[in-house]
């Protein structure tokens, strides 16, 4: 199919039906020194074999080499067909990633794993599509050859004097499941390219005369060689080394310079070869002194983003001195290994001397590996002054008021008949005031100049030209422009100084709020909060937050940066939510200045815990001012504090979630041991009760016969009283228990409940106390007649025959007061605070010498505390408790 280059959307419209998989695929790379060596043929017979045994094999993409002996062993395979993209009028065949994983096999097969996709391909490299396929669970088999590796490309370079542009980080052959080298004598090597069977004639006789000559192949060879020992070493080391746990330091840790100089990615490489061979820790080191130009920035960012696919941890620190800061960060860090470049000449006026020098004095326990720089050539070149990007009206409009204050100050030392000497003071002072006033180096060195030359036409004779009559005036003006150019320059720097410390501070105080606040954040909704709140305040930039759900990613939460003027609806269309999406189930970076989906208008990065994603922070980005490394750093340790504090709240929950289903299961283990317990004996005493009445009825009389209808009735009720307990607390709990709130007059409730309690309240004493006649409460009647009658059958079942219960209710405020109280022997105090918990039952022998099962007081307080009341027990003086309740009082309308 053809894709035009503007439907670039409709690709990304097809990530959100990716599988997302936890298991990984396998990945295994067919390695080689050269091309014609034999990797995609071993790659396609191991697939055979593979498929043979019965597994899912299908080829992804497979070069189309002119080789048909290669190309014959695809047959028996099944094929993807490749992305054919109209590009540029060109139609480009890429390897079709979405068909692949649609398709799902159980092994892929793809050619060429440093190949560059087209521009709007999803990814920019095959690597990626290959990282993308194995985190869908699918194994990959995959060729590379040796000059292809990031960390060897200088080397390769070196021999060949080729720089091959197509290249992998170091990461992607390290991590590979499985390593095969495909090797080949060179003269063999070299005989099938006479043969034919590798490029045609003309493009063999070629590379004959540029390549595939038997020293480079042989250099080439050797390299493959070392390269697959050290990563079947790594593999050895990582999965036998035990890691030792005295504290002692005895890893190696590397730290490498980065600059802005062409030979650093040199450097870089060297450095990560030193610490993949000595299995150390990976540093990469700035030292930022003032602003750079953009052109030196841009070449610093593909340095920082090279250290970065090579492993390299990025630190930045700042100041002047450079070999003191440099040093300094190598003691804090314990590093053992310094590697650093050095041209031979340095293209500076004035040079920069005895820096290594410095350094080794600075440092002297660490160990100095200088590379010299090939690529440079001895230029002189002053100090850039000038540069049109900093021009400003305003202060060029200062820097001509204060010439024009200072010569007519000196106009009026001069006729005061002050000495010269005070009037180049007064000059300084104006150059001085120049620097602090304005910004850049081009009006410090413009007043400067301005000031001598004013000086000389104004007051040295002649007067009002600018000859110098006096041998001494031209030794003035030396030190009068050197002195001002020293002021300046001192000047400038402790403004750019008191500029990187402010903001350093300010970055050091927003990290630290943001740990402040989040410990603080109740909720996920609050950290999100937090954390987008203070990166904006970091970045000033629109930062927008995704939360995860089970069922997706939500609704955008989008913070604006103050000012910001651009339509929000341009951040959360469908391709900038796809891109979020695509971060969520890959669980890497993407979006703007990534390699994955750069079109997109944000960068988009995962908030994780340590072993799931709970959220998507995207920040909005300027592709004229993208994100700076300390930046970055910050932003990316801020999230990962987010992540913490997600994580912790999600834990926090799932504990919660754990105990409550431990409470259910508790509850349901002691329902049911009380069940078989107490049920035991009415169920018996109605059984035996029955049974005699069946075999017996005509030799007992009638009282007999009441006696055991009354024990039936009694214990029947009992066993009533406990379902309908048992229902009302299992809807209480469920939450399916509405509440029919009306207004009731108590003395109603109050009769109606009494009607239906124990029948041995005829053995007690029952009255009622209501301090109004027409006292009435906002209730549910039929649950408060329940309440009142578990509490007044409780103390008719713990109270002796003869006691007082007495019920009484009066109005405190917008609630009515409500208290049954008894004349019994009373609970004991270590009992009181149990006396509402599910199951819980006080060790006294009742009246009926039954045991309930303590589900009629945490009833109540169900019941209670539903009703917006509270409820609580107390004792009686002088003997006895009290059960108080409060509810909500309602107002009575008597003329109604």
């Not at 005699?692 to 009441?706: A, F, R, T, V, W």
């Not at 010498?849 to 009833?859: D, E, M, T, V």
Request: hydrophobic share 40%.
């Amino acid at each position: 199919m053809a894709i035009k280059q503007n439907n670039s959307h409709s690709l990304l419209g097809q990530l959100s039906n990716m599988p997302a998989e936890k298991k990984r695929g396998r990945l295994k790379i067919y390695f080689g020194y050269a091309a014609g060596v034999g990797k995609t043929s071993s790659m396609l017979r191991d697939a055979h074999a593979v498929q043979k045994d019965g597994i899912d094999v299908v080829a992804g993409y497979i070069e189309p080499h002119a080789r048909p002996e290669t190309m014959a062993l695809l047959e028996g395979l099944e094929n993807i067909p490749s992305l054919e993209i109209t590009y540029k009028g060109i139609i480009l065949k890429e390897f079709d990633l979405d068909s692949a994983l649609h398709r799902k096999p159980k092994l892929i097969l793809v050619d060429e794993l440093a190949h560059t996709n087209a521009e709007i391909c999803r990814h920019q490299k095959r690597y990626q599509d290959i990282e993308e396929l194995l985190h869908a669970g699918i194994d990959v088999f995959t060729t590379l050859n040796v000059q292809h590796i990031e960390s060897l490309n200088d080397v390769v370079a070196a021999i060949t004097g080729i720089i091959v542009r197509e290249r992998i980080p170091d990461s992607v052959f390290d991590s590979a499941d499985q390593v095969e080298l495909v090797d080949l004598e060179p003269d063999e090597l070299i005989e099938r390219l006479h043969k034919g069977k590798i490029y045609c004639e003309e493009q063999a006789q070629h590379t004959l005369s540029n390549f595939f000559t038997k020293e480079k192949l042989t250099a080439l060879r050797e390299i493959a060689l070392r390269r697959t020992a050290d990563q079947v070493n790594r593999v050895a080391v990582l999965n036998y080394e035990q890691p030792k746990n005295d504290g002692s330091y005895t890893n190696e840790h590397i730290l490498v310079c980065l600059s802005a100089a062409p030979s650093n990615a040199k450097v870089i490489r060297t450095a990560a070869r030193m610490a993949e061979a000595f299995h150390g820790t990976f540093t990469a080191l700035f030292v930022e002194t003032s602003e750079l130009e953009d052109k030196n920035r841009n070449q610093l960012r593909e340095h920082l983003r090279l250290a970065e696919q090579l492993g390299a941890q990025i630190a930045t620190v700042y100041g002047e001195d450079i070999p003191a800061q440099i040093a300094e960060y190598a003691k804090l860090s314990r590093v053992s290994k310094l590697v650093m470049g050095r041209s031979s000449h340095t293209g500076r006026w004035p040079a920069k001397i005895n820096f290594v020098d410095r350094l080794t004095v600075l440092a002297p326990t660490i160990d100095i590996y200088i590379l010299p720089d090939t690529q440079s050539s001895f230029k002189l070149r002053l100090p850039k002054i000038i540069n049109p990007s900093k021009f400003s009206l305003v202060d060029s409009i200062k820097t001509i008021g204060i010439l024009i204050i200072c010569t007519l100050i000196g106009l009026w030392f001069n006729s005061l008949g002050f000495s010269e000497a005070n009037i180049i003071t007064v000059y300084i002072l104006g150059v001085l005031l120049n620097a602090i006033m304005t910004r850049g180096r081009i009006y410090s060195a413009v007043s400067s100049v301005l000031s001598v030359l004013v000086f000389n036409f104004m007051f040295t004779k002649p007067r009002f030209s600018f000859k110098a009559t006096d041998s001494g005036y031209p030794i003035t003006f030396a030190v009068m422009l050197a002195a001002a150019f020293i002021t300046t320059t001192l000047t400038k720097r402790v403004k750019e100084q008191a500029r990187q410390a402010v903001q350093k501070a300010y970055r050091t105080e927003v990290l630290l709020g943001t740990s402040r606040k989040l410990q603080q954040a109740n909720n996920q909704s609050e950290i999100l909060s937090e954390t987008a709140q203070q990166l904006v305040r970091l970045l000033d930039r629109t930062v927008i937050f995704y939360s995860v759900q089970q069922d997706g990613l939500s609704e955008p939460l989008l913070f604006f940066q103050e000012g910001a003027k651009t339509d929000p609806q341009v951040y959360i269309q469908t391709d900038e939510r796809t891109v979020a999406e695509w971060v969520h189930k890959n669980n890497k970076r993407a979006g703007a200045t990534t390699n994955t989906l750069s079109a997109a208008k944000c960068l988009y990065l995962a908030v994780r815990g340590k072993d799931r994603v709970f959220a998507i922070a995207g920040i909005v980005m300027d592709k004229e001012n993208p994100l700076e490394t300390f930046e970055k750093s910050l932003l990316i340790a801020m999230l990962g504090e987010c992540g913490l504090a997600l994580e912790k709240e999600w834990l926090g929950e799932t504990q919660k979630q754990t105990s409550m289903r431990m409470q259910q299961e508790q509850l349901r283990a002691n329902l049911l041991r009380s069940i078989s317990h107490d049920l035991r004996t009415p169920l018996t005493s109605i059984s035996g009760n029955a049974g005699i009445l069946m075999g017996n009825s005509s030799i007992l009389n009638e009282d007999q016969k009441k006696s055991l209808y009354t024990g039936i009735y009694d214990d029947s009720m009992w066993l009533i009283n406990l379902v309908e307990n048992l229902l009302s607390i299992t809807r209480l709990d469920n939450g399916a228990l509405n509440l029919n709130l009306q207004p009731e007059l108590l003395d109603e409730v109050i009769a109606e409940a009494l009607l239906h309690v124990n029948r041995k309240s005829v053995d007690h004493t029952i009255e009622t106390f209501l301090e109004d006649e027409f006292l009435m409460a906002k209730i549910d009647s039929r649950l408060i007649i329940q309440v009142i009658i578990n509490i007044v059958d409780n103390a008719i079942k713990y109270t002796p025959p003869g006691s007082r219960i007495t019920i009484s209710a009066k109005k405190s405020g917008q609630f009515i007061q409500f208290e049954i109280a008894d004349d019994g022997s009373g609970i004991p105090d270590e009992a009181k605070p149990k006396l509402f918990d599910m199951f819980y039952t006080v060790d006294s022998i009742s009246a009926d010498s039954r045991r309930g099962l303590g589900l009629g007081l945490p009833l109540c307080k169900s019941i209670i505390h539903a009703h917006g009341g509270n409820i609580y027990v107390k004792n009686n003086i002088p003997q006895g408790t009290v059960f108080s309740f409060t509810l909500q009082a309602e107002e009575v309308n008597i003329h109604e």
